[in-house]
């Protein structure tokens, strides 16, 4: 027992057997919250069919999820530090394979926004928990950076398989059923789990401050509620009052980490340049990259024409690219440098998103598929190699807290991406001159405009399609230029936070 909670100093500490049977079932983890956060989205208009959400709730439906979760994560990382990573990844498996059920067999709105937040709270324990246990399983460097790396790869094979596997059941299937594929990969995850996985946790963790806990929960929730609300409908008093709200909790957390002996989250991590610079890179790298895919979707099927699943196959290539370079992004590392593998990553990124600058409604799929195979390359490159970084420059003992911040800015980067690059694009759209009598939802969205057109004359119909469709890619290119500039700089500021750091 103790040689799971002390530093590894035998060979059989550090060469578990079955240590790579254990990363396959913290691999399923990652897989299942990847693919659950994706399938909603195509999942949403047969949900909206049958339930009849009004839209404040449809709305809800949607963000609830990761609203919960953006406001858990440090929290339930520090958690599994305190009771047990093994402990807490079980139990919230466990708990997400019967949330699941709640979620497909909703029936009605306020039951189904209950059941996709009780999801989030379980979702929330597994991502910081299987990175924490890929610290504590894997004492080896090269092999911990071989085994961040599968990580990082199945979650960006997660975000492109969800749609695939939602749209197959979509036209075979009823809604629900999208939630239910979590059951059997949750029971072969908890029973392969029990028998392979190490228990670790922090040997001296302190209590769990609750205070710490509400304070880090209000401030994140409602921070990232101002961003989406101000990208949907303009600075508001709700938006503004939410946001005040959120920084003023979130101040008195880190204002409360620094008084308490052993405080929830060591403020002091952010003291190491390698650690902050690894955490940033990875919230303006999100940031830059989550309205362009947000929209990118909208483009393939609303300008282009192709169906869900046409759609999701041709965005594959980004999860190519991200996988394959996932997998060698150690071993380039310690070949070149930290620096400049995730400089290079980033600098990928920012020039794929330049070249999407100058795409157009008949843009063919040979550009657009090599811009997101340069996308995912850099992304997996990147992304890899700030996790290694953050994992390996925090001890073990705290390993949960430090994954649970990578995860906290991964999800903070998202909604900012969508509501900074997100309002770019709807404020470029909505401008987009229209015949006389055009509804006027036709200029809140490309969906509405498409919806609009259904109940205007066939001519009117089509030339205000074809001028909304434009001022969309306009406002998609404009949006990806902004993105391909925050990768850049993002890549700059990489070069100089990261120079000296090793793996």
Known sequence: MTSTLQPATTTEAVKRPDRWLALSVLVLAVLLVAVDATVLGL????ISEDLHPTGT??????DVYSFVIAGLLVSMGSLGDRVGRKRIL???ATAFGLISVLNAYATSPEMMIAARALLGVAGATLMPATLALIRNLFHDPRERSLAVGVWGATASAGTAVGPIVGGFLLEHF???SVFLINLPVMVVLVLVGLKTLPESRNPDPGPWDLMSVALSLIGMIAVVYAVKEAASHGPTRESLTAAVLGVAALYGFVRRQLTLPRPLLDMRL???RGFSGAVLADMLTVLGMSGLVFFLSQYLQLVQGRRPLEAALAELPAAVGAVAAGLVAGRAARRFSVRAVVTGGLAAIGLALGALTLIDAGTGYPVLGAALLVVGVGAGFSFTVTADVILSSVPREQAGAASAVSETAYELGAALGIAVLGSIVTGVYRGFPSPPGTPEGAH???GGAVEAASRMPAADAQTM???????FVNGLSVASGVGAAILLATAAAAWYLLRGQRL
Request: hydrophobic share 45%.
């Open 43 to 46: 999942a949403t208009p047969y």
């Open 57 to 62: 709730q449809l709305l809800w439906i949607g």
């Open 90 to 92: 079980l139990g919230g």
């Open 174 to 176: 009823w809604w629900g």
């Open 270 to 272: 952010f003291r190491r």
């Open 444 to 446: 809140e969205s490309l």
């Open 465 to 471: 399609l074809t001028s909304a469709r434009e001022a």
